[in-house]
């Protein structure tokens, strides 16, 4: 039975999210799709993805207890932070005093994986002398934003990752290999399927263990998700070694992962309480919802591992900190007043 989410109570608080105890938490109905992978990895982005683009400057204690109670929600793989030049992304020049926090995390919770973004040598040897387990490199499909986001032309940008991910494998660290602007770019319009596989295959000879195809500004439609996969598939690359990193600018993040799975993946990444953007990216609004995808990913009866009651509490407790309300629809209609 599906139970209606309770109404605002006296136990809301002063930013307008309840307390997580005072509320019952309906569930879906599951209703299984044969068609859809049976279990889906969300490679959560929130602490790294959302919070690079805070205005305020969050707290290192507070990313260290929003990474545990990520994890104590049952996320397996949970983007921690960045080795860039902290220049670029101030609000993560805490990297160097995050990690040493995170280190007794996996032994509380086995098999957690607490990847970091990494874009040249400087921030690999960054990254490993803080013994981080996986890293990843972001590329770009398009020539505008790698020069924005990166300081380099695209081509110049797959080349500063060559011995990222060469020495990474050496010292026994997977790379992830992250394609921003894969349907469309806000200086360049529409990108070239092509462009995009060739992007991605270049990212995959690197040595990239995984890829994850981002619409960095939300603007795309499930039949291009489908189109982009058919292409990926042709020209041999295995569905399971593509994720998808979603957008919600236009609202149809979960539209598109539901195209995704049909297509075969069963990675997704989503950033808790819709949380994110692109500090280089314009109009990048936030990330797909990691409480929205799992309401859906369990109404079809697809395991995530997941505790939404505990990751809902998680995003409402975020949302106090940052002092603003969860995007999130899921969060919303399990935690704030409405309107
Ligand atoms: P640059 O200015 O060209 O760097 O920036 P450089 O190589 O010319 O070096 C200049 C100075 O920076 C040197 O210091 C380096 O040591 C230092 P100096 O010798 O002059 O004293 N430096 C560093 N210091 C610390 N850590 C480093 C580092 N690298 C160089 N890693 C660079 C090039 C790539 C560093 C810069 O452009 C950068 O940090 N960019 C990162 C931007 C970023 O993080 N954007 C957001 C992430 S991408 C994203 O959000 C999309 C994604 O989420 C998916 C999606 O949604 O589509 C992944
Ligand atoms: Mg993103």
Redesign the pocket.
């Known amino acids: 039975m599906t139970t209606a989410p309770t109404a605002p109570t006296s136990s809301d608080g002063p930013s307008g999210v309840r307390d997580p105890d005072a509320v019952d938490l309906g569930l879906p109905d599951a209703v299984p799709d044969p068609a859809l992978p049976t279990r889906v990895r969300i490679h959560e ?1 929130g602490p790294r ?1 959302g919070l ?1 683009n805070e205005k305020s400057a969050v707290p290192v204690e507070v990313k260290a207890e929003f990474i545990e109670r990520l994890a104590a929600a049952g996320l397996a793989t949970v983007e921690a932070t ?5 220049k ?2 101030p609000q993560l020049a805490d990297a160097e005093e995050l990690m040493p926090r995170l280190a007794r995390l996996p032994e509380r919770h086995p098999g957690l994986r607490l990847p970091v ?4 040598e ?2 690999l040897d ?1 990254a490993l002398a803080h013994h981080a387990t996986d890293i ?1 490199v ?1 590329a770009s499909a398009t020539e505008t934003f790698a020069r924005r ?4 032309s695209a081509d110049e940008a797959m080349e ?1 990752f060559r011995p990222v991910v060469g020495r990474a494998a050496e010292a026994g660290v997977p790379t992830r290999g ?1 394609l ?2 894969c349907f469309g770019d806000p200086w360049e319009g529409p990108v070239p399927q092509s462009q995009v596989i060739d992007f991605g295959l270049r990212l995959l000879d690197l040595g990239c263990t995984e890829l ?1 195809l ?1 619409d ?1 500004i939300g603007v795309a439609t499930p039949g291009q998700v489908t189109a982009l996969l058919q292409g990926f598939t042709r020209a041999g690359v295995p569905i399971e070694r593509i994720a998808v ?1 979603f ?1 919600d600018t236009y609202g149809q993040a979960l539209a598109n992962t539901l195209a995704a799975l049909r297509s075969g993946v069963s990675t997704v990444d989503a950033s808790a309480g819709g949380l994110g953007g ?3 990216a314009k109009s ?1 609004t936030g ?1 797909l919802a990691t409480e929205d995808l799992v309401w859906m990913l369990h109404g079809l009866g697809i395991e995530t591992g997941v505790d939404l009651r505990a990751l809902v509490a998680t995003s409402g407790w975020m949302a106090r900190q940052l002092g603003r309300p969860s995007p999130s629809r899921a969060v919303q209609a399990l935690f704030h007043q409405s309107a």
């Open positions: 982005v993805d690079q960045s080795f860039v030049h902290p670029w992304v973004l990494v874009p040249n400087r921030g960054r990843a972001f986001n990166l300081n380099r500063m992250y921003s602007m994850s981002g960095t990193h957008h692109c500090p280089y990048a990330n």
